[in-house]
């Protein structure tokens, strides 16, 4: 035991130096497919065929393929056609794409959840229905998609670890290198997972918070 | 056209059902109009009608001289306020902030000015006490007369009320109605479909009874109530001043053909 703490101690710096790296992957892309992921949703829901139909097969699309192929397309198979992206920046786009998509199908059924009623109310009152989505829909929507949506953020916080395979040196990357350097994988690898749970913990704490602090009377779903 | 409100000739349709066979109505500056009739003949669809809620199929409607049109559909609908049979008040909002959000984001007043405004509208209807309490904290007279100050906080230049106490307890009806009965004497200009015998014989200037699709007959409160010419109009008003059950005559007038 006192073998494993003195391993652990000796390499975890090392290991944690990757947080930064990890987090900030995780937060670019899962910002990004928020706010991407509320476009598409809004063109599944309101916008004329066009647009429906594209938001439509993006989202097909980058469900129905692996997320790994999607990353290695982007950093080794647009640089064919002239596109070239480094491994952070490659890493994060797929992975923002890809939370996109599901974001998008979770939005839209929150969406959907929010009685017409609260819409035409907010249209007869003259609001356009970018503004009765903003000021009414999206408020309430917004809080019932939190316990699915913290599913999203937990699964793409872990899901950054397939970055590595792109070269970005985020924690599992590091992870990697030091059981090449020391054969100890056993140790490493329990190390490096016990991180991640350290993270996804606290990010499903604080959404848990935020649930709770934006809780609703008839709205949450807590309170049923 | 001295009217503040004109309809003109609305059709409606659902699939091959005529809901609205062309009907025309005028509203004046500070009267208060009730469409009453059997359910089913396109009461409250005339009513979504005229603020486009449901798009009429043909038909023309004008505010204070204005056509309504898909341009300046926004900007009218801020001067036609609409009272739901369901309240729709916004269920993430406290009472106060669903009457401030109209001053204040679609009007366009001041923080301070849109507060203002709130707190005298909820003080009209007797709601100032729940200004803090959200939409399901809220009993369903008490939710609608909410729903009855947002409604008067755009300061609108009509106010069209779809059955406004039809989804209310018996006991929680006379609070709705004398809101109502308030706003009619202070001269707002009011269009409503209900079924509120009392609020209709001693509030309304005019009785419009639509059956069909079609008005049948209108005028004044007194003249329809006392001497309905119609004979359809003469059964309807007799079963809901017997009964109080608007649904009653409809069903009975249909086996009676």
Known sequence: MNEFLDFAAEHLPYILAGVPTTLALWAIAITFGFFFGLVLAWCRIYAPALPYWAATTYIEVFRGTPMLVQMLFIYLGLPEIGITLDPFSSAAVAIGLNTSAYQAEYFRGAIQSIPLGQMNAARSMGMTDLQGLIYVVLPQALRRVIPQWSNEAILELKFTSIAFAVGVTELTARAETIGFKTFRFFEIFLIVAAVYLVLTATVAQILQFVERRTAVPGLSLQSQ | ?257
Not at chain 2, 1 to 24: D, F, H, N, T
Not at chain 2, 121 to 144: C, F, H, I, T
């Open chain 2, 1 to 257: 056209m001295s009217a503040l409100l004109s309809v003109q000739e609305i059709r409606k349709a659902y699939r091959e059902e005529e809901v609205l066979k062309g009907v025309s109505l005028e509203l004046d500056k500070g009267t208060t109009k009730v469409v009453m009739g059997p359910s089913g003949t396109g009461k409250s669809t005339l009513l979504r009608c005229i603020n486009y809620l449901t798009p009429p199929d043909a038909g023309r409607v004008w505010l204070d001289g204005e056509e309504l049109t898909r341009r300046n559909l926004n900007r009218l609908r801020e001067d036609i306020a609409f009272v739901f049979q369901d309240f729709n008040l916004f269920t993430h909002l406290r009472a106060i902030d669903n009457v401030r959000l109209g001053p204040r984001k679609i009007r366009g007043h001041s923080k301070k000015r849109a507060d203002e405004i709130a707190r005298r509208e909820l003080e009209r209807v007797g709601m100032s006490d729940k200004a803090q309490s959200y939409p399901a904290e809220l009993s369903g007279g008490q939710q609608q007369r909410v729903s009855i100050a947002r409604a008067l906080a755009m300061e609108p230049k009509v106010i069209l009320f779809d059955e406004p106490t039809s989804a209310l307890d018996p006991e929680l009806t006379g609070e709705v109605v004398a809101v109502m009965k308030l706003l009619a004497s202070e001269g707002m200009t009011m269009l409503l479909v209900s079924h509120e015998v009392s609020f209709a014989r001693s509030a309304a200037d005019e009785i419009v009874f639509m059956e069909g699709g079609h008005i049948v007959e209108q005028g004044r409160p007194s003249e329809l109530f006392a001497n309905p010419q119609n004979p359809r109009t003469r059964r309807f008003l007799q079963m809901i001043t017997d009964h109080h059950d608007p649904d009653t005559p409809d069903r009975l007038a249909g086996a009676a053909r």
